[in-house]
């Protein structure tokens, strides 16, 4: 893990000179790495370490840099169209990946690759972007939007119409 984290942080000094077209393939692989190892809840932006929450910078420049290594891309959806550098987290999930995965998803829900979903958790047309982590048991609610790296804890029901947008810090209460 020492290693793709040198990677980011090296990658992340020179970020202004980094382009789709001369990124190197070490850092689109590290980038890459830490992007699918969020979507699949393995590691976190944010967590709590002894009673306290520690923001990970390291994956927070990741996430940073995947923008700058990608091209935006016609990407379709079941409600429309989008032009984005973002795939949507589940554009190749089928029934049974859903039901391995144990949560539920309402049209139009959104979820960028790279945020984590947990089991029992249910999304209603709503809104979660990269990096983000939505714990077991949550209701993200209609027409609320989970920002970038946002850290919603297990059992948060409902989360309504509201921006949650923390992203050094703990689940809102």
């Known amino acids: ?19 789709p077209a ?12 830490v992007i699918s190892l969020l979507d699949s809840g393995a590691l976190r932006v944010a967590e709590k370490i002894d009673g306290q929450w520690v923001t990970h910078q390291w994956l927070k420049k990741a996430v940073l840099l995947s923008f700058r290594i990608n091209d935006n891309q016609v990407i379709d959806g079941a409600e ?6 973002v795939p ?3 554009a190749d999930y089928d ?12 049209p139009p829900a959104a979820v960028r690759q790279g ?3 947990a089991r029992n958790t249910v999304l209603m047309p709503s809104y979660v972007n990269i990096g983000a982590y939505v714990d077991e048991g949550t209701m993200v609610d209609t027409w609320a939007t989970v920002g970038s790296c946002a850290q919603i804890g297990k059992k948060r029901s ?5 921006w949650y947008r923390r992203r050094t810090g703990a689940a809102p209460g």
Do not use: H, W
């Open 88 to 90: 949507m987290k589940f």
């Open 22 to 33: 001369n990124v190197d393939t070490v850092t689109r692989e590290a980038v890459n790495q």
């Open 80 to 85: 429309s169209r989008y032009f984005d550098k």
């Open 115 to 117: 945020a984590f979903i």
């Open 1 to 19: 893990m020492q290693q793709l984290q040198n990677v980011i942080e090296t990658a992340f000094e020179r970020r202004a000179d980094i382009t």
């Open 95 to 106: 029934e049974a990946r859903f039901q391995k995965e144990g949560f539920r998803v309402v």
């Open 158 to 162: 409902p989360l309504r119409r509201r």
